[in-house]
C-alpha cells in the first residue's frame, strides 16, 4: 500500500518518531487492513467505514485484547487517516465515532522506599570496568529517571559535571535538563576515567560501552538491570523502567509537585504524570493513621463516642 510507505516515512523523517513507535504503527495498519481485506474485500482506506472498523474492534475484544492495546491499535489507524486528510484529500476518518473499551488506569510498578537499601546494598562493590559502569548504570536509572533509549543514547558531551546537569534528547527530538547531586557526579567521573583507562580505543560517541568498546545493547541493558532487582521481593516485571517509576514515585512521596516531575520524566503531557498522585495519596494516608492522634485503628466495636448509661 503506497499510503503506508508514504505514511511510514513522514513518521521517521518529518515527525521523528523512535523506529520502535514506527514499527508499532505499521504493524497495527497492516492487521487492520488484512482484516478489512478478509472480512470485507477492501484493500482501499477511502472505501473503509466507521462500522468496520467498529468490527475490528469488536474482533480484537472478543480475542482478549487488553483495552489499552486496542486504543492504542484505533489510534494508530487514526493517526494514519489523519495523515491522508492532510496529504492525499481524504474527506473521512472512519475512526471517528468509533467507541473505543474504556482505559484502565494501571499503577506503576516501583519499588518501595524501604527496599531501596538492600536494592543499592547487593550492587556490585568492585573495581573492575564492569562493576563501575553496571553500578552507575543502576544509579542513573534511579536518580534521573532516564528512560531506556535515552540511557543507551547518552554521550559525554550531554554530561556537565561542573553545572552537575544532563542534557538529555528524549522523545520527539525534545531535549530537557536534568540536575544530577554531587555523589552521581563523582560515579560519572569515575566511571569515565575507568572507561579510559580500560577502553584504548573506540570511535563511538555512546556513553555506555561493551569491554570491547562497543555500545550497549538493549539485551545487555536488561540484562543487568533484571540481575539486581532479583532481590526486590514481588516484582511483577524487572525492566529499566521500573526504576523510572520507583524515581517519580519517590519524588511524589516526598512532596514534589506533579509539573516538576512532568518536567524531569519529559511527559508531553500532565495526565501521564497523574498516575503518580495514587502514591502521593496513599504515603498520605499512611502518614496520618501513624501520627495523628485520632488517626490510629479502634477496636471493632461500639463507637468510642457512645457512652452507655448507668
Given at each position: 500500500?503506497?499510503?503506508?510507505?508514504?505514511f511510514?516515512?513522514y513518521l521517521?523523517?518529518?515527525k521523528?518518531?523512535?523506529p520502535?513507535?514506527v514499527?508499532?504503527?505499521?504493524q497495527d495498519?497492516?492487521q487492520c487492513?488484512?482484516?478489512l481485506l478478509?472480512?470485507?474485500g477492501?484493500?482501499?482506506?477511502?472505501?473503509v467505514?466507521?462500522?468496520?472498523?467498529?468490527?475490528?474492534?469488536?474482533?480484537l475484544?472478543?480475542?482478549?485484547?487488553?483495552s489499552s492495546?486496542?486504543?492504542?491499535?484505533?489510534?494508530?489507524?487514526k493517526?494514519f487517516?489523519?495523515?491522508?486528510q492532510r496529504r492525499?484529500?481524504l474527506?473521512?476518518?472512519p475512526?471517528?465515532g468509533?467507541?473505543?473499551p474504556?482505559?484502565k488506569t494501571?499503577i506503576p510498578?516501583?519499588?518501595?522506599?524501604?527496599?531501596?537499601?538492600?536494592?543499592?546494598d547487593q550492587?556490585?562493590?568492585?573495581?573492575?570496568?564492569?562493576d563501575?559502569?553496571d553500578?552507575l548504570?543502576?544509579?542513573?536509572?534511579?536518580?534521573?529517571?532516564?528512560?531506556r533509549?535515552e540511557?543507551?543514547g547518552?554521550?559525554s558531551s550531554?554530561i556537565?559535571?561542573?553545572?552537575?546537569q544532563?542534557?538529555?534528547?528524549?522523545?520527539?527530538?525534545?531535549e530537557?535538563?536534568i540536575?544530577?547531586g554531587q555523589?552521581?557526579?563523582?560515579?560519572?567521573?569515575?566511571?569515565?576515567?575507568k572507561?579510559e583507562?580500560h577502553?584504548?580505543?573506540?570511535?563511538?560517541?555512546s556513553?555506555?560501552l561493551?569491554t570491547?568498546g562497543?555500545?550497549?545493547?538493549?539485551?545487555?541493558?536488561?540484562?543487568?538491570?533484571?540481575t539486581?532487582?532479583m532481590?526486590?521481593?514481588q516484582?511483577e516485571?524487572?525492566?529499566p523502567?521500573?526504576?523510572?517509576h520507583?524515581f517519580?514515585?519517590?519524588?511524589?512521596e516526598?512532596?514534589?509537585?506533579?509539573?516538576?516531575i512532568?518536567s524531569?520524566?519529559?511527559?508531553?503531557?500532565?495526565?501521564s504524570t497523574q498516575v503518580y498522585?495514587?502514591?502521593?495519596?496513599?504515603?498520605l494516608?499512611?502518614t496520618?493513621l501513624?501520627a495523628h492522634?485520632?488517626?490510629q485503628k479502634r477496636p471493632?466495636?461500639e463507637?468510642?463516642f457512645i457512652k452507655?448509661?448507668g
Open positions: 500500500m503506497m499510503e503506508l510507505k508514504s511510514r516515512a521517521e523523517l518529518e521523528r518518531r523512535s520502535h513507535t514499527t508499532a504503527y505499521h495498519i497492516e487492513f488484512s482484516y478478509d472480512q470485507y477492501i484493500d482501499r482506506p477511502e472505501a467505514k466507521p462500522v468496520m472498523i467498529r468490527s475490528w474492534a469488536v474482533t475484544m472478543e480475542a482478549n485484547c487488553q492495546t486496542i486504543r492504542r491499535k484505533m489510534s494508530s489507524i493517526a487517516y489523519k495523515f491522508l492525499h484529500g474527506e473521512a476518518n475512526v471517528i468509533v467507541s473505543l474504556r482505559k494501571r510498578t516501583f519499588i518501595p522506599s524501604s527496599s531501596m537499601e538492600q536494592f543499592f550492587l556490585p562493590q568492585g573495581d573492575s570496568y564492569v563501575v559502569r553500578r548504570i543502576l544509579h542513573l536509572l534511579y536518580e534521573t529517571g532516564l528512560r533509549s540511557l543507551l547518552l554521550d550531554r556537565d559535571l561542573t553545572q552537575g544532563i542534557r538529555v534528547m528524549g522523545k520527539r527530538g525534545k530537557r535538563i540536575p544530577i555523589g552521581l557526579s563523582d560515579m560519572l567521573r569515575y566511571y569515565m576515567k572507561r583507562d577502553i584504548l580505543e573506540s570511535s563511538e560517541d556513553f555506555l561493551t570491547k562497543t555500545p550497549l545493547s538493549v539485551r545487555s541493558l536488561y540484562g543487568i538491570v533484571r539486581y532487582l532481590s526486590v521481593g516484582l516485571r524487572r525492566s523502567h521500573i526504576l523510572r520507583t517519580a514515585t519517590h519524588l511524589a516526598s512532596g514534589a509537585d506533579l509539573q516538576s512532568r524531569l520524566l519529559g511527559h508531553r503531557s500532565l495526565a498522585t495514587h502514591t502521593q495519596i496513599a504515603h494516608k499512611k496520618y501513624q492522634p485520632r488517626g471493632v466495636g463507637p468510642s452507655k448509661n
